[in-house]
Structures are given as C-alpha cells and as structure tokens.
C-alpha cells in the first residue's frame, strides 16, 4: 500500500527534486534575501520602471516591481547574481506580485504570463552564470506571492459575507502565473508570505491541476506568515492549522516568512519544525520594522539569530525577507555552515487523522469519539431550514455557535433543499462562519447529496475540512474523479457503502463496497488512508417490517470488519437515521441513539453526526427504556419493535402511563373501524368490518366500506404521522389492519352482481426511486402501505432511469406513477421524469415522495413541467388517501382540480416572497432563446385584418361563462375538498351557508344591472401583419404596405436551474430573416364602464358591501369578455406546439 507521508512523495521525484533533497540531508541550504528591498535601494524612476515600451501606458507603474523583468532585465538579472555569489542556494523569481490580480492595480494583468516567463529565464540564467563560475550547481524557484485580495476576510466590516474575489478567479490567475514559470524553466515552485490559508489552496489547487494535466512534477514549497507574537496567520488560523491545511499538496519544504524577525519567528518555526514531515524553510525580516518602515537588525545580528535555530535542529533551508540584502545572506550562510540539518521526522502521524479550523484537530485513537453537530443541516432542523430560506444568514450563525458550545467537534453544514440554491447558500454561509472565530475554530464537514454544492463549500474553506459524501453509485469512473478533486482541495473523505447495485444492508455488502472504495482511493489515488472515513450506513429498526430488524447489527459488524481490514479508515454514521421510525417521541429516540453509539463505539465507530446537547447517559436511562432499546438494536426478541412501540405510546405528557381502556367498543361501527385503523388493533375488524357491510342502507357496496370509515381512518393515521404524532411502526400497523378488512371485503365486492371492479386490485402504481439515488427503504414502506390496501404495486428499486419508468407505466398499464428520492439531485430527476412524461404525451398521475421533496418544491419545480397531476406525498400513511382519491372516479376531478388550486397559490406566494433572484445578463438570455425551425411554417391569414369593435355587449350572454371561485376569493370563502369548487361550496360545512348568501345576493345584483343597463362592455380587437426583429415585433398596417409600430419585447433574465429557453414574446412570431409574413393580435376590454357610478350610489348609503359586490362582479364580468375575444381573435393563428409554451410563460 502507498504510503501517505512526505518522506514516500519526496522519494518519487527525479532529476532536480531528486538532486535537492539528496542535498538537504546533507547540509543546511541558504535562500536568497529581498529582491523588493535590493529594488528599493536602487531608486527607480517611473521611467525606469516603464520602459521604452511602456512610455505610453495609462497607469503609473512605479512600484510595479515585476515588469521590471521586462523594462529592467539587467537589473534584476545583477540582484539574483549578488545573491548567489552571496551563498545563496536558491534565488527566488521577481514576481511576488506577478498575478493578474495584482497587475490589475497597474492595468498590465494581460502581461502576467510574459512577467512569470522572463522572470523564470533570468533567474535561471542567474543560476547558470553562477554555477558557471563556481561549479556549485543554483536552483530557481518560482515566488508565488499572495495577492492583495483575501478569500476568508471579508473587506467590508458591514457585510462580514462579502468577499471580493473567488476561489475560481484566483485558482486560474495563479494558473496563468505558474505556466508562465514553469515555461520559463524554473526549478521550484513556491507558495509564499501566506496570509490567508484559502488563497494559498487557492495557489495549491492551480499547481496541481497543471501537474496533472500538462506538466511533469516538480517540488513544491510552501511557507506561510505569522502575522504578530499571537502565533496566527492574518485569517486567524495557528501554525499548527496552517500545517495541516497545506500538507495535502505534500510541499517538500514547508515554513515561514516575512512579518517577524527572527527572535519573533523562533517559537512558530519550532510549532512548524514539530508538526510536520517536509523540509523546513525559514527566511525572515531583518527584525521588526522601525517607525520609518526600515530595518535595524544587523546582517550579523540576524545570522546570530538564525544560527542558534540550526544548531537545534529547526532548519533545512535558512534566508532572509524584507530588509536582508547580500551582506545579510553572506552572514546567514556562513553562520550554518557545518551544522547538521534537521532531520524531519518519520511517519509523524502515520495512524491519525488531521483536520483544522482556525485550530489543529487530532483525530487519533486516544479520542474515544468525535461529535459531528448535526443542526446546521436544512434537512434536520426546522429551525435552521427557517432562518437559512427566510434569509437570516446571521441568526442562522448562532445555531453553530450554540453547537459548538454544547461539545460539537465538527461542524455538519448541509444546504441541501429543492427550493434553495444551495451553492449560493453553502458559500454565504461558510463565508459568515468564517467571521464567527468560535465558530470556525473547528473543523468543518461539507455535507451534500449534490457534488457541486461540496465543491462551491470546498472553495470556501481555509481548514481541512471534511467531504460528506461520494460513493460508486454512478460508477468507478465518476467516484475517482470525484475523490480526486476532493484530494486536490486538501480535504478529508467520507464514503458512503452505495454501489452501483444500490444501498448496502447486509454486512458482507456493506464490506465489499468500503473495502472497494479503499482499494481505489489509495492504490489509483494515492489518497492518504487516514483521510478516508467510512459511513456503512446507519439504517432504520424497529419499522415494523421484519428486514429492517437486524440492521443496526449489520452496521456494528461491518465496523468491526472495516476497522480491521482497512488500515487508516475510519467509521462515521449519521445517528438519527436509526431511529426515524420514533419520529416525535425524542424520549425513545434519544435513548436508542445512546444505546446504538454505547455499542458503536466499542465496535470502532470514530466519530458521528449527533445534535451534542441530546444525548443522555447509557447508564441514566431508565432500566425498561434501556433493556427495549438493547432488544431491538441487538433484535433479541420478534416482538421487540411491538414492545418498544406500546412503550412508546404509553408515555403521555409528563411521561406518566396512559392506562388502555375499551370504551373505544362503545361507539357506532364506524368510529369503532376508525379507530382500529388509526390505533392498528386488528383484534375486532373483521368483526365490525361485517357489521358494516350488513348495514346497507348506510354502505350499500362493500366498498363504499372501504371508501368510508377506512380511507377516514388512513387519513387520520396520515395526518398524525405528518405531524409527528404517531410512529412508523404504527403506520405499518394501521396498514395492515387495512389490508385484513379489505381482505376480508373482497370476496363479497367479487361476487356482488352488477358490481363494475374489473380487478381485483384497486389501481395499479408504479414505483421507482430515481437515477442518482440509491435510497429505497422509504420507498418500500409505500409499497408496503398501497400493498396492504389492495394496490398492485410495481416497485423498479433504486437508481431507474426515466425511460425505464415511463416503459413499465405503459408495459403495467398503470394508474399512477410514485417517484422517490432522498438526495437533492433527486429533485432534479424528477423534474426531467415529469418533462419527459409530458413529451411522451403520458396522462397518469405522478407522484412525488421521499425525503428531500416537499410540496413547494412539486408545485414551483415539478408541477409546471407536466400538465396532468402531480401531487406530493408526505409520508407512506398518505399514499393511501392520495391514491384512493385518484382512483374515484366521481371524486377525482375535484380532487385533482383543489390540488391545481393550491399548488397555483404555493407558487404565487413562493415568486412573490422570493428575496433573492439572480439574473442572467441579456446577451446570455438571448443566446438561450427559444429556437423554433419555420423552415415549413405556413402563415394563415386571419378571416379579418385590422380592427374590430365591439360595444355594449349583450351581458346576458355572459352570465353562464362566469368563473365564480375568483369571486369566493374577493370574500375570501373557501370551501374544503370535496367541496371547493362551484356549486358544491354550498355543501361545506364552514362556509357553504354564507357563500349560498353572497352568491344570492350578486345574482340580485347582477340582474338590476342586466335589466337597468347599469354596466356596460367594451372591447376592441386588433390583428395585423407582422414579423420578429431580434427581441422586438414589427407591425404593419392590414395592407402590409406601411409600418404602424414596433412592440417592443422583454425576455426574461431570471435564471433558470433547467435548460427550458428564456422566452420572449417575439419567439412566437416569425422572424424577418425568414422572409414570410407572421400575424398577431391584441385585445383590451372593459366592463367597467358605469362602475363608478354603482358604486357613488352606495358610497352614498355607507354601503360598502355592495361596493365591493359590484367591483367583484365587474371584474368577473371582464374576465369572461376576455375569455369571448380571445377565441373571437382566432386559435387558428396560433401554433398548437408554441401556443402551450407561450401561455405557461405568461
């Protein structure tokens, strides 16, 4: 296996890499002193600086020190040159400012490739003079500085999550800079004067993406800066975090310079000598500067300095920073010459793993376990989710302060939401989190199902952070180039046990997949095993169904396995999953997650996503709490989960024993069936099921049985489980009770003549978990729960493609269409199943589950890409009313149509709250246009052009066109499925009686108005010749001959998270490079004409009822005029296949 430590990489490396560590075993090395300070001593004039060639340029480039290298070559060819013929080993290239970034203050960034080339050809020129002339071979290395921007501080103190450049733009500016080097010819590559860890990954990142894409490993060096005698960097992190967030890139030297001299810098170099396995590099100032900005120390003095570092054992490669000249460097290398060289230590940390925040984290086996705080997840706490989408960034920040004050270790950060953005999330928070030092003091774990989401947290981190999670799901391929990029940030790596064949439940699957993934990560990667953390998956127990009881023994022994078999892995797990079946009774799963971990951890679990204020002592639980919990982890008994649910619900407010009585007996049949269901005692069903179906003149078929008191009692189990006021296992105990009276009704509804059931089922449903997503026990519970109420249930597993799913609904002739998911890409699948169910023409139901969907995101996201229902189901005890609803023939158009209803308010409310939306610029949105071929598009002409009139149109006529559910909403009367809609709101018992009122009274009114010709209606049609100019319409007169006007368009900019087009009204209307003659109209209308009139008589009378009465009307009125016009102006100018897409985008 490979090994993970410095000592292995620097073994790898060949010609000069070979050459310079061979060298720095031997001897104490020497760098060169300050190219800035040699500069300033010369007294450069701005034309010195600007040249012949850049006499003219538009900024002043004094200070500019790095085009010197193309204005001054010989200047700064002779300073490399003083400095090795001083004693210098190594001179470094003049390009500390030699980014983009920073030439972009003198407008030269377009010369920052040339700058870092000719820079690397003098200071290698300089080397070979030398060696030239002395037979000592010189090295160059490559000075790459820090930039003056900063990717963990935000500039402005009022907005502590701003930040003035990205990781991506620094990543690539450091790109440009370190091709321009390495074409140039230099020997080393070096990281320096870090004040900012992130911009220096930043740094890191570029390097080694050209490494391993377009050029041959080189070493790199890396050293950073301690600001002041508190030991931290400028962002806050202590040398020891430092080391560990830099030594993913395996620096063959690592060090420190710059800020301090060198009395100042002895404790952070010895920090740094100790904590790590590089080389050790240390140049600093020539003291503290004075108050002119000067340097007093002496060139003797500083060598004194550093001499005592060598002589214990600190140094590898000693020089100097600002204010060290050749005399300084003459001095230092004499001081160490003939003293031993630190000899770095040897697998320092070979069986531990390293994380940071602003602090170092040790993760050995001398810490019993490490708490992941889980609350500032979007999945996991209502009240974080609520801040986070509210857009309350700053109170959110106190949720992760509160956890790290309650013993978290790690912090879990997961923006994992379908109506989120959940890159742009991830990153304010991160960047908040980052101006919170008791906050990010502690390592970080990136928590996402959505590997984009980790990558755009990744660049927000200076530490060493935590990557929660990939697995081979998708493939080998996808998991290494995954990992890969996890590596090249530094990061740490949690693997989950999915596989290409799905979710690991078995012991010997969950082994066989980590023991896969290990094996890959360290013999293809060369991944460091100490960074590898294992989850085996914790599952749900005690749900009631019989497989799920041993899965908290299948994780405990994989561990142990994993543990044994892997060196260097280590065990993690997300705890609440294991008692998700207790949702709401937090006394039962507090205790279970207390008793799992107590086993865990003895197992070898290192470390686990836990809430760290909600644990309670293994041996403070209460003695019958205890030994339930120890029978179902260890699945002791076959009734273990019965026994801990009647514990369970045993507990009232207060704890106190609720005694079971069974006055419940005493009620009519069907409260007695109700509540059978809703309690799951199967004990009488079948004998009240019987008593019922003999009452026929309450259920005249046996399943108006069904339709009744069952499905009322399903409902009930739903919303109490929505709610969480009922447990899993009760759901699948209600389910099954379902299943025994429905069993029991079958025989009679099959035999009873005239009866229309064609099947023995009740609908057929087809079940998948979506591509991407290998989670299936949610969905199986469904299938469970449908099962039991008589559905036949076609179930595809984990990971289906959309085509797959639609074949077998056509295949099963299927009712309904059940899609799950419980990672955020799931979301997004389910967007595409929904538009390539309507691009195939599908007509069935789809519906929508899992964990991560919610109602929001079906309605705003899903809804509109399929034009039949689409419905989201909370839970598996709903499946139920949903289906039974969709599968009556009398109640479902009601059904469906109260769900539009709601589901068109959740996307009103979502688009009018939404606070942030980010826009694309216009060329982008016209690159995105809609593109329709015209290429055998026929223009029809209308039957007639021009303008048409209509005045005081008959209302009388219109009467029987009139939506009415607008007009309950002006009185804000809403009636309840089934009876929402008109006229069976009469029927609803809280607001029929008073709609049937208002309803009266405007037929009242509206014929005073018929009879008196108190309103009038007007409108007016247009339709003319016209063609498309880019964004814009042009209209012609109804002759053709003459341009009237153009409309002029707007396309809309709102960024879109599909690739639908970004829509204009011009799209729709062919263009004028087509060369044929399109055809638009447009219509006003009115029927508001003697509305101010109604409406002064009343005002008269203080009557404001009938004022908003005769408003209501009159609006209602209009909108059936507009409705009249419209078809009046000619669908037949319309493109079917346009017009759908047009009128959803309205």
Known sequence: MPSSSVRATLS??????????AELEKRIMVLDGGMGTMIQNLKLTEEDFRGEEFKNHPKPLKGNNDILCLTKPAVILDIHKSYLEAGADFVETNTFSGTAVAQSDYGTEHLTYRINKEAARLAKKACQEVEKSTGIYRYAIGAIGPTNRTLSISPSVENPEYRNITFDELAEAYTVQTRGLLDGGVDILMVETIFDTANSKAALFAIDKLFDSEYERIPVFVSGTIVDKSGRTLSGQTTEAFVISVSHSRPMCLGLNCALGATEMRPFIESISLATEAFTICYPNAGLPNALGGYDETAEDMATHLKSFAEDGLLNIVGGCCGTTPSFIKAIA??????????????????????SGLEPMKISKLINFVNIGERCNVAGSKRFCRLIKNG???????????????????????MDDGMLNGKKAMTKFLNLIGSEP??????????????????????????KCIVNSISLKEGEEDFLAKAQLVKRFGAAIVVMAFDELGQAATTDRKVEICTR?????????????????????????????????????????????IKNSLPGARISGGLSNLSFSFRGMDTVREAMHSVFLYHAINSGMDMGIVNAGNLPVYDDIQNDLLNLCETVIWNKDLNGTEKLLEYAQSLGKGEKKVIPTDEWRNGSVKERLKHSL??????????????????????????????????????????????GKMFLPQVIKSARVMKKAVGYLLPFMESASGEEEKSLHNGTVVLATVKGDVHDIGKNIVGVVLGCNNYRVVDLGVMTPSEKILKTAIEENADVIGLSGLITPSLDEMVHVAREMERNGMKIPLLIGGATTSKKHTAVKISPQYSKPTIHVLDASKSVVVMSSLMDRIAYEDYVEEIAEEYEEVRNEYFETLQERTYVTLESARAMALNIDWTHFVPICP????????????????????????????????????????PKIFKDVEVGKEAKRVY???????????????LRVNGVVGLFPAFSRGDDIVVFDENSQQVTGILYGLRQQAEKETSEPYLCLSDFVAPESGGKKDYIGMFAVSAGFGTKEICKRYETLHDDYNIIMAKALADRLAEVQCVLLKAWEGVHAMRSNTARLLLKNC
């Open 12 to 21: 790898k490396f060949t010609g000069v890499g070979k050459k310079i560590a």
């Open 438 to 463: 008791e906050v990010c003091k502690v390592p970080l774990c990136i928590d996402s199902s959505n590997f984009d989401i980790i990558v755009a947290g990744l660049k927000c981190i200076q530490g």
């Open 334 to 355: 004499d001081s160490v010459k003939g003293i031993r060289p630190r000899v770095p230590p040897i697998d320092l940390y070979s069986d531990v793993l390293l994380l």
């Open 517 to 561: 993934s290990y094996r890959l990560l360290v013999e293809k990667l060369d991944f460091n095993p100490n960074d590898i953390i294992f989850d085996p998956n914790i599952l749900t127990i005690a749900t009631g169904i019989e497989e799920h009881n041993s899965y908290a023994i299948t994780y405990l022994e994989a561990t142990k396995q």
């Open 678 to 723: 809703v309690k799951g005692i199967d004990k009488y069903v079948i004998e009240d099921t019987e008593e019922a179906r003999c009452k026929e003149d309450v259920y005249p078929k046996p399943l108006n049985i069904i339709e009744g008191p069952l499905m009322d009692g399903m409902s009930i189990v739903g919303d109490l489980f929505g709610s």
């Open 943 to 982: 039957r007639r052009l021009g303008v048409t009139v209509f005045r005081n149109y008959d209302l009388s006529h219109l009467l029987k066109y009139i939506d009415w559910k607008p007009f309950f909403d002006v009185w804000q009367l809403r009636g309840k499925y089934p009876n929402r809609s008109f």
């Open 392 to 414: 309350k960034f700053e109170e959110a920040l106190s949720v992760a302060k509160q956890q790290v004050e309650m013993g978290a270790q790690v912090l879990d950060i997961n």
């Open 1000 to 1014: 009266n009274d405007a037929q009242t009114m509206l014929n005073d108005i018929i009879k008196c010709k108190l």
